[in-house]
């Protein structure tokens, strides 16, 4: 009922920049938070930024002020802008979106596929 689609991943030169999208379609009546999330091999996943219904954001330490989340209500979709790039900063980043569908009373969460950051040194 509920789709993500990822997209924006590639290969960056560090100090580049890289732009991440992900947009949910489907029945959905609302959207509570929206977030990324990134794993580096052999790691478990971590948190890198949410933004709520409010427009409210927050970051991991080690991205704040290079990372940017936002949102465009109007088209589902989540976008995480990546400046300052660093080798670190290579992982797959999946996009967690809590939504509501139509017909439901409650949220769940939602996980895009997936999409490769590479950052070369």
């Known amino acids: 009922q509920v789709q993500l689609v990822e997209s924006g991943g590639g290969l960056v030169q560090a100090g580049g920049s890289l732009r991440l999208s992900c947009a949910a379609s489907g029945s959905i009546r609302s959207i509570n938070y929206m977030a990324w999330y990134r794993q580096h091999p052999g790691k478990q996943r971590e948190l890198v930024a949410i933004?709520?219904?409010?427009?409210?954001?927050n970051y991991t330490d080690s991205v704040k002020g290079r990372f940017t989340i936002s949102r465009d209500n109007a088209k589902n979709t989540v976008y995480l802008q990546m400046n300052s790039l660093k080798p670190e900063d290579t992982a797959v980043y999946y996009c967690?979106?809590?939504?509501?569908?139509?017909?439901?009373?409650?949220?769940?969460?939602?996980w895009g596929q997936g999409t490769q950051v590479n950052v070369s040194s």
């Open positions: 933004i709520n219904s409010g427009g409210s954001t």
């Open positions: 967690n979106l809590r939504i509501r569908i139509v017909g439901d009373f409650y949220y769940d969460d939602y």
